[in-house]
């Protein structure tokens, strides 16, 4: 089991149940984390929370960049992976920050999380009713009819 803690400077980290014990015996008082709060007790994380929090430190870190321009940056980061997958090392690291890439340029041009997950679970029925064939680089279209351009 993991907590999710926000720390004094609003910064999130994620701690284990033995860290979290850990804390509890070295505080005097225990008050959820000497110094910090519990936002949540954690069986998976919620991408809405950390999404939310690296969107506020995106716009004030990087103020000029622009959905364009966090696309431009995902591409390199795309690099990163294809390389990775060359030298069969995939790294999840890289994946986070394609995927935080991705929301950057999706959040800056007005488009929220929960209207990309909702669109997910759309376009997942969508391309299940789909016929798909097999391209020669080993990825997937579908076959486009007159009803599913």
């Known amino acids: 089991m993991k907590y999710l803690i926000e720390l004094s400077d609003n910064e999130l980290q994620l701690i284990s149940e033995e860290e ?6 070295s505080a005097e008082e225990f008050d959820g ?5 519990i936002k949540a007790l954690v069986h ?12 506020v430190w995106s716009q004030h870190t990087f103020p000029e960049a ?3 321009s966090s696309l431009e940056k995902l591409k390199s980061e795309i690099k990163e992976i294809e390389q990775d997958l060359i030298n069969n090392k995939p790294d999840p690291l890289e994946y986070a920050d394609a995927l935080m890439c991705l929301f950057d340029s999706a959040g800056r041009a007005g488009v929220s999380v929960e209207q990309i997950f909702s669109a997910f679970a759309d376009k997942l029925a969508i391309n299940q009713k789909r016929t798909w064939k097999k391209n020669p680089d080993n990825s997937y279209s579908h076959i486009k009819t007159p009803t599913n351009e």
Not at 20 to 25: A, C, G, P, T, Y
């Open 20 to 25: 979290l014990r850990e804390s509890e015996q």
């Open 33 to 37: 984390f000497t110094g910090h709060t």
């Open 44 to 55: 998976e994380i919620d991408i809405h929370v950390l999404e939310a929090r690296r969107f």
């Open 66 to 68: 622009t959905a364009q």
